[in-house]
């Protein structure tokens, strides 16, 4: 039974949420008419992954899911709540294959943190001299490991976003996944602390701009206002004390040499505007490559020909934005995407 909040929530949203804005923006536009009507997101973190659920503005539980991390676990949620109609719902899930591979996820690394191993992915198949690229589908996003003849490795699932494709192609590539694995056996895991400590992460909308809370033991203990689900998150762990300083000094710098400052101006989220950059891109036929040198960096290219290049922070969408933002180049290729990155 789909809950009357969930309703109201689907009848102001049903004429804006398109298959143009993604997976990503399209959770983030939900989330934010969710919050506007008194709910919010709430998710903690498992060995498995990320189980999530929706709160209406009476404190019940409208929506429940899963995923391998934040974001993709709380729009499973608003789908398995009845937030979409039909037609949407049925769309989004063939667009959420990532779900499918949780558990082999989980088993390079688990507790919902797909940053850690997707970054060493990057370094490995840049390394061996292949590339890694990024390219829309449907709903969502895929990710190809390619090797240095250019030949596929391993094509992951229909997913969420550019790092959740990238966790979720990993288990494609047995041998990478299996390096990768070894490579971080005993690491710090940020998910893991929160597991054992049942730490719940809350997400909203605030003044137009998403912002996360984390509570334990019923104390809310970090909180941060930021331009999407998985940076604000980071950030609140940060402020939480949860996160290493490491992290602290690095988005820091980052948001002081953003170029389009969406978190200020409330004009967009990186996830819509990710999704609505790379398919002009796609529409003049350009290639977006990712890969890791201390950022999440996208390169996007003419066949060979690189075009322009930025960096971002948890994905590669913030760092898409980031080389439309700074390039003249790129500018000139997009569509109704450009007034994003306009100054």
């Known amino acids: 039974m789909v809950s009357e909040f969930a309703l109201r929530v689907r009848d102001s949203v049903k004429d804006q949420v398109n298959i143009d804005e993604g997976n990503c923006g399209t959770c983030h536009r939900v989330l934010r008419e969710i919050s506007e009507q008194g709910g919010y997101a709430s998710t903690r ?6 189980r999530s659920r929706i709160y209406d503005d009476k404190g019940n539980v409208v929506g429940e899911g ?17 937030f979409f109609t039909p037609e949407v719902e049925q769309e989004l899930v063939q667009s959420l294959q990532c779900i499918i591979d949780m558990e082999k996820v989980a088993d390079i690394y688990g507790y919902g943190r797909v940053v850690t191993p997707v970054a060493a992915a990057y370094k490995e198949v840049w390394e061996e001299g292949g590339h890694v ?46 390096k990768i694995k070894a490579q971080l056996q005993g690491a710090h895991n940020t998910g893991r602390d929160k597991y054992e400590r049942d730490i719940e992460t809350r997400f909203m909308y605030k003044r137009g701009r998403v912002y996360v809370e984390i509570y334990e033991q ?17 950030k609140a762990e940060i402020n939480a004390g949860i996160a290493g300083p ?8 980052y948001c002081r040499v953003c170029p389009v400052k969406l978190c200020r101006n409330a004009r967009s989220d990186t996830g819509r505007a990710g999704n609505l950059i790379i398919s002009d891109l796609e529409n003049k036929e350009l290639n977006t490559d990712v890969g890791i040198n201390t950022y999440v960096t996208a390169q996007v290219r ?26 003249i180049r790129l500018k000139s290729e997009l569509g109704s995407s ?6």
């Open 338 to 343: 450009r007034e994003i990155v306009e100054e």
């Open 45 to 50: 973190e498992r060995p498995d992954g990320v």
């Open 66 to 82: 899963e995923g391998i991390t934040w974001p993709p676990a709380i729009l499973f949620a608003m789908v398995e709540g009845g």
């Open 302 to 327: 003419r066949d060979k020909e690189i075009m322009g290049q930025g960096i971002g922070t948890v994905c590669a969408f913030s760092s898409l934005l980031n080389a439309a933002a700074k390039s």
């Open 218 to 234: 019923g104390q809310r203990t970090g909180r941060s206002m930021a331009c999407c689900i998985a940076y604000t998150a980071v």
């Open 133 to 178: 690229e990024i390219r829309r589908n449907n709903w969502g996003i895929e990710v190809v490991f390619y090797d240095p003849e250019g030949s596929e490795l391993a094509v992951g699932p229909i997913s969420y976003c550019p790092t959740c494709g990238t966790a979720a192609a990993l288990p494609r590539y047995p041998e990478l996944a299996e």
């Open 246 to 253: 490491k992290w602290g000094a690095l988005f820091r710098e």
